[in-house]
C-alpha cells in the first residue's frame, strides 16, 4: 500500500495535460477557462445551500444538503485540479482528490435513495396549505360553536335567574295572602267590637277616645292589609274596557300637585283610544304609586315621562303568551337602582328609604295588580341613569262585554323581569 501510494505521487516521469493538448492555445484555454467557471460555480453552490440550512432550522433531512455540500466542493475542486494538471503533472494528488470526490458521491447517492421515498411523504407546500386552510375552519367552526355555547350558558343562567326570582315571589306571596286574609279577619272582628265600644261609651270619656284612636289604627292595619293583598293578587278587582290615555290624563292634575314643582310631566300618550282590560281605579293608583317612587328618585328635580303604546307577543316570552297589549312606560330622570336594588325592588316590604319613609308595599302592590290583571311588568333602571317602569296589560276586545266579576287568578306569577340599563 505504502508502494502504491508512493508509486502515485512519483510524477518525475509524467509530462502536464497541456501537452496532450499540443498547447494549443484555444484548447489549452477553453479548457482551463471552462474549468475555472465551473469550478467557481461549483464552490458558489455549497455556499447557497450552507446559508439556506442554516437559516431553516426546521428543514427535514438538513444533514443531506451537508452531504451535498462537501460533494459539490469536491466537484468543484476536480475542476480546478484540471487546470493546475494542464501545466503541472501532479496527477498523483488530482488522483487523490478524485478518490475523495468519489467516496463523497457515493456516500450521498447511497444515502440519497433510501431517502428518497421519506422525501416524496413530506407535505407539499399545496398540502400544507390545504391543511392550514382546513384547519383555520376548524378553528372558525369551533369558535362560533363556543360563541353559542356561550350565549346559550348566558341565556339559561338569565333564565335560572329569571325562574328563581319568579320562585321567590310566588313563595312570598303565598305566604303574604294567607297571613293578610287572616288579618283582615281579624281586624275586621276587632274593628266590629271598637265601633260598638265607641257607640256605648259616654261621649268625652276616656274609654270613648281610646276605642277611637284604636279603630284609627285598626284602619292604617287594614290599609297595610290591602296592599298585601294587592301584591298577593288577591285585591278585589272591576276589570273592565278602559281607555288608559284617558286614565293618565284625568290623573295629570293628581299628578301635578303630588309632584311639585321641580319636576315636569311629560304625557306621550299614543294617538287615539288605547283600550285596556283592567281596573281602572287599580290602574291609577299602580300609576301614582310609580309616579310617587320618581319624585322620591328625584329630590332636584327632573322630568317624569309617561308614554302609552301598544305591543304585539308573539309567544316566545313565557311571561307574556301571545296577543295584543297595551303598555304604560312610567320612567324618570333620578337616580336610578342598581342591580341589587333592583333585584329586590319588587319584594314586599323592600324599601332603601329611611324608616317610616317608606313601607316598600308601593312596587310590591304594581306587581300584584298587573299580574292579577293577566298582564307583565318590567324594570330597566341603572345607577345614575333613571328608572322606567313598563306596565303590559292584555288589549280590550272591542266586543268584550264589561266584566263585573274580579278577574280570575291568573297562572302562577313570574317575577318581573328586572334589566338593568
Ligand atoms: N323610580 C325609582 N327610582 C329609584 N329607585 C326606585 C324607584 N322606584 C323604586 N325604587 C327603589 O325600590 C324600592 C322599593 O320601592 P317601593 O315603591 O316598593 O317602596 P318604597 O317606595 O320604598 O315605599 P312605599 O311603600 O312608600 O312605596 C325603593 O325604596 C327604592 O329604593
Ligand atoms: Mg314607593
Known amino acids: 500500500m505504502v508502494d502504491y501510494l508512493r508509486q502515485i505521487w512519483d510524477v518525475d516521469s509524467l509530462s502536464p495535460h ?14 482551463a477557462l471552462s474549468d ?55 496527477y498523483g494528488a488530482e488522483a487523490v ?20 421515498p421519506r422525501a416524496l411523504a413530506l407535505p407539499s407546500p399545496e398540502a400544507l396549505r390545504a391543511a392550514n386552510r382546513e ?19 348566558a341565556e339559561r343562567l338569565k333564565a335560572e335567574e329569571m325562574l328563581r326570582q319568579s320562585q321567590k315571589m310566588e313563595a312570598i306571596g303565598q305566604l303574604t295572602g294567607g297571613v293578610a286574609h287572616d288579618f283582615n279577619n281579624l281586624l275586621t272582628a276587632v274593628g266590629a267590637n271598637l265601633e260598638r265600644i265607641e257607640r256605648q261609651a259616654e261621649d268625652g270619656s276616656s274609654i270613648r277616645r281610646s276605642a277611637r284612636s284604636a279603630t284609627a289604627a285598626v284602619e292604617r292595619a287594614s290599609k ?6 294587592a301584591f298577593a293578587r288577591k285585591q278585589p278587582l272591576d ?35 288605547l283600550f285596556a282590560q283592567v281596573d281602572t281605579n287599580g290602574l291609577e293608583s299602580a300609576i301614582l304609586n310609580l309616579a310617587v317612587n320618581a319624585r322620591d328618585a328625584m329630590p332636584t328635580g327632573g322630568v317624569l315621562r309617561i308614554e302609552t303604546g301598544t305591543l304585539r307577543a308573539d309567544g316566545g316570552d313565557a311571561d307574556l303568551p301571545a296577543g295584543d297589549y297595551v303598555t304604560i312606560e312610567v320612567s324618570d330622570t333620578g337616580s336610578g337602582m ?58 280590550a276586545e272591542p266586543d268584550r262585554a264589561p266584566a263585573s266579576e274580579p278577574a280570575a287568578e291568573p297562572a302562577l306569577g313570574a317575577a318581573p323581569r328586572i334589566a338593568l340599563a
Open 338 to 395: 342598581g342591580p341589587e336594588i333592583a333585584s329586590h325592588a319588587f319584594e314586599p316590604f323592600f324599601t332603601t328609604k329611611e324608616v317610616g319613609q317608606g313601607s316598600g308595599l308601593g312596587l310590591s302592590q304594581v306587581w300584584g295588580f298587573v299580574k292579577q290583571s293577566s298582564g307583565h311588568v318590567t324594570l330597566r333602571s341603572a345607577p345614575g341613569e333613571g328608572t322606567c317602569v313598563r306596565i303590559i296589560l292584555p288589549v
Open 36 to 90: 475555472l467557471l465551473i469550478g467557481l460555480a461549483y464552490f458558489s453552490i455549497p455556499v447557497a445551500l450552507g446559508v439556506f440550512v442554516m437559516r431553516r432550522r426546521d428543514l427535514a433531512f438538513s444533514w443531506m444538503f451537508w452531504c451535498f455540500v462537501f460533494f459539490i466542493l469536491a466537484c468543484g475542486t476536480t475542476h480546478f485540479m484540471a487546470i493546475w494538471t494542464l501545466w503541472v503533472p501532479d
Open 239 to 273: 276589570p273592565r274596557r278602559t281607555d288608559v290615555n284617558a286614565a293618565v290624563e284625568n290623573l295629570s292634575d293628581l299628578l301635578d300637585r303630588t309632584l311639585g314643582a321641580g319636576i315636569r310631566i311629560e304625557l306621550a300618550p299614543r294617538s287615539g283610544p
Open 224 to 229: 297595610l292589609v290591602r296592599q298585601l293583598l
Open 97 to 116: 482528490l478524485k478518490v475523495v470526490t468519489a467516496a463523497a458521491s457515493v456516500a450521498t447517492a447511497v444515502m440519497l435513495w433510501p431517502l428518497l
Open 135 to 153: 384547519l383555520a375552519t376548524r378553528v372558525a367552526e369551533r369558535d362560533a360553536a363556543l360563541d353559542a355555547l356561550r350565549r346559550e350558558t
Open 18 to 31: 497541456g501537452i496532450c493538448l499540443l498547447w494549443r492555445p484555444e484548447l489549452v484555454w477553453t479548457h
